[in-house]
C-alpha cells in the first residue's frame, strides 16, 4: 500500500512557475513508474510526465521544455517543476505510483490566470 500526497498548487500567472510536490508513504526505490497527470474541466486525465525507476522521464509533447520531473530518494518524494505556465495548464494535478497495483493521490489545483 502507497500513499500519495501531493502539495504546491496554487494560483499563478501565466509564465509563470510552480513545483508541485508528491510524497510518497513508503520508499520509491521500490516503486516501478511514478508520474504526474492532470485533469482539466470536461477533459480526460492525460499524463504529464513520469519517471521510471531507472530514471527514464517521459512527457507530453505540450510541456516539453517547461515541466521537469525529479525525485528524492531520501525524501521519498517526486517533484514537478512547472515553468512559463500556460492558461491552458490549468488542472488538477495527481501523483501516481505503480508497483503491483496503481495509487492516486488527492490532486492539487494549479490554476494559470491573469
Known amino acids: 500500500q502507497v500513499q500519495l500526497v501531493e502539495s504546491g498548487g496554487d494560483l499563478v500567472q501565466p509564465g509563470g512557475s510552480l513545483r508541485l510536490s508528491c510524497a510518497a508513504s513508503?520508499?520509491?526505490?521500490?516503486?516501478?513508474?511514478m508520474g504526474w497527470y492532470r485533469q482539466a474541466p470536461g477533459k480526460q486525465r492525460e499524463l504529464v510526465a513520469g519517471i521510471t525507476n531507472g530514471g527514464t522521464t517521459t512527457y507530453a509533447d505540450s510541456v516539453k521544455g517547461r515541466f521537469t520531473i525529479s525525485r528524492d530518494f531520501a525524501k521519498n518524494t517526486v517533484d514537478l517543476q512547472m515553468n512559463s505556465l500556460k492558461s491552458e495548464d490549468t488542472a488538477v494535478y495527481y501523483c501516481y505510483a505503480q508497483t503491483t497495483s496503481n495509487y492516486w493521490g488527492q490532486g492539487t489545483q494549479v490554476t494559470v490566470s491573469s
Open positions: 513508503a520508499s520509491i526505490f521500490n516503486i516501478n513508474f
